[in-house]
């Protein structure tokens, strides 16, 4: 009989076998599970073609479970919600007390919260742990995202170290997040915090094109060359690289094929929702939503198009020609104090809810395991990390004396973009929210006061004053009769 692994996973879709490959390569022997048995032996197969990796395949979950050395660690990256239930169902059958499990998808926190007590009520240990960097990352070295049981991943702390991506000046993109969900939440935000990215680019993509007329070509030398600049990132790369890709059914771009719709798996909306619960100004990741649920009213927006054409509306609204050079400039500029507005939002969504959890999260940390592995891997994520270094308890990204003065230096380029988009006629909801974001956080005093007002006129709500303590109630309706009379 073969000696026991040192891991198991079970789940093998690509991220599965992905991961497993890369545990494996890392010099930890692992076993694989799948419920659909063909996609063991596919892994066998590939562990052999990559290397004669120390990977192990098994069809039925029992032999599985017994070829792990104890205590036994089993990962699962299975589709969130039932499936994940039903795995752990499978597995815990054949399991002992101080075995663990970890749910590698994109769970919804409160889920692991309920499965970690449900585990621990029959002697194992779970953790929710977020991936991040998609297939590629899964086997070169993803983000890992660790939240639960702190003893279960001092269990396979030594293989997360080695699996995750390495970066040179920071070390491991790994850490233990925090306890219950904290893991999971904290990956959801990346992924709102993603969408927001994702949105930027794109409004920076439509500016360029619609207003400024760059071709495809023009387009990848433009992100190419701000890939080597501040912007340097994971999503400011692949956008040059698929500039630069020809349509290999037809003539043309490939990009200008891709139907203009988005779909989405439910990270971005739940990151909102969260937003709204804990009373957290999130607009940058709310107008990315709002742009996936309009993008998917394509054959509403076709015909939109044609009853403003007959009045006279184009898709832009503007001929003039642009001095592309300087529109180029400024495009960049507001992306990059835009993309501030996005990350300040996120960072304030996950503040907020360590403090309602009591989980005690690291802001700063978080930043520097985003640095490489991830989807919004990015140098400026190094700078967050500086600033929260520099100050743990910093109100806002905004207000944090580099970013601050970044803004200010940028602030006029942002105005002239939006403005240029709005004239045109195209929406740049991700820009123009966050340059409000902005406009709304660095002004003393906002006109919150009338809203407020109107509040204790219909509904007696009180307000306080500026000049003296209290509580006030005024009988509005009464005054404005007399005053009428």
């Not at 680019?201 to 890939?227: H, Q, T």
């Not at 967050?384 to 806002?396: C, V």
């Not at 966050?434 to 006061?449: G, I, W």
Request: hydrophobic share 40%.
């Amino acid at each position: 009989m073969a000696p026991p692994t040192r891991i198991g996973l079970a789940g093998l879709a690509v991220m599965g076998q992905n991961l497993a490959l890369n545990i494996a390569e890392k010099g930890f022997p692992i076993s694989v599970y799948n419920r659909t048995t063909s996609k063991v032996d596919e892994t066998v197969e590939r562990a052999k073609q990559e290397g004669d990796l120390p990977l192990f395949g098994f069809h039925d979950p029992e032999s599985f479970v017994q070829s792990i050395q104890k205590p036994r660690v089993i990962i699962m990256l299975v589709k969130a919600g039932a499936p994940v239930d039903q795995t752990i169902k499978t597995l815990s059958a054949y399991m002992e007390k101080g075995d663990c499990i970890i749910d590698g998808g994109n769970e919804w926190y409160e889920n692991t919260e309920r499965r970690e007590k449900e585990m621990s009520g029959l002697g194992l240990l779970y953790l929710g742990m977020g991936v991040s960097g998609g297939e590629e990352g899964a086997r070169n070295g993803p983000s890992l995202m660790p939240g639960g049981s702190f003893e279960a991943y001092k269990y396979i702390e030594d293989i997360l170290l080695k699996v995750a991506a390495q970066v040179s000046d920071s070390g491991p993109c790994v850490t233990y997040i925090g306890k219950g969900g904290s893991g999971n939440f904290v990956k959801m935000v990346h992924n709102g915090i993603e969408y927001g990215d994702m949105q930027l680019i794109a409004e920076a993509y439509d500016v360029l094109k619609s207003v400024g007329k760059l071709s495809n070509e023009e387009l990848r030398s433009v992100f190419l060359e701000w890939n080597r600049g501040e912007l340097l990132s994971f999503l400011i790369e692949i956008t040059a690289d698929i500039f630069g890709i020809k349509d290999d059914k037809g003539e043309g771009y490939l990009v200008d094929k891709v139907l203009d719709k988005t779909g989405m798996k439910g990270t971005g909306k739940w990151t909102v929702q969260q937003a709204a619960d804990l009373s957290i100004a999130a607009p940058t990741i709310a107008a990315s939503l709002d742009s996936r649920f309009l993008s998917g009213l394509k054959e509403e927006r076709v015909e939109a198009a044609k009853v403003f054409k007959s009045g006279g509306f184009g898709d832009v609204l503007t001929d003039k020609t642009v001095d592309k050079a300087k529109l180029i400039d400024d495009v960049r500029q507001a992306l990059y104090a835009s993309k501030i507005c996005s990350y300040a939002q996120g960072m304030n969504l996950i503040r907020a809810k360590s403090i309602e959890k009591g989980w005690d999260l690291k802001l700063g940390e978080l930043a520097r395991i985003w640095k490489g592995g991830c989807i919004i891997r990015a140098i400026f994520l190094d700078r967050i990390k500086k600033a929260y270094d520099r100050n743990p308890d910093l109100a806002n990204l905004l207000v944090d004396p580099e970013f601050a003065k970044e803004i200010i230096d940028r602030q006029s380029a942002w105005r002239r973009v939006v403005c240029l988009a709005i004239n045109s006629g195209i929406s740049p909801p991700g820009m123009s929210a966050s340059l409000a974001y902005f406009d709304t956080y660095r002004r003393e005093r906002v006109p919150a006061n009338l809203v407020q007002a109107q509040r204790d006129y219909f509904g007696a709500h009180t307000y306080e004053r500026v000049d003296m303590e209290g509580s006030f109630h005024t009988e509005w309706f009464k005054t404005a009769k007399q005053l009428k009379n």
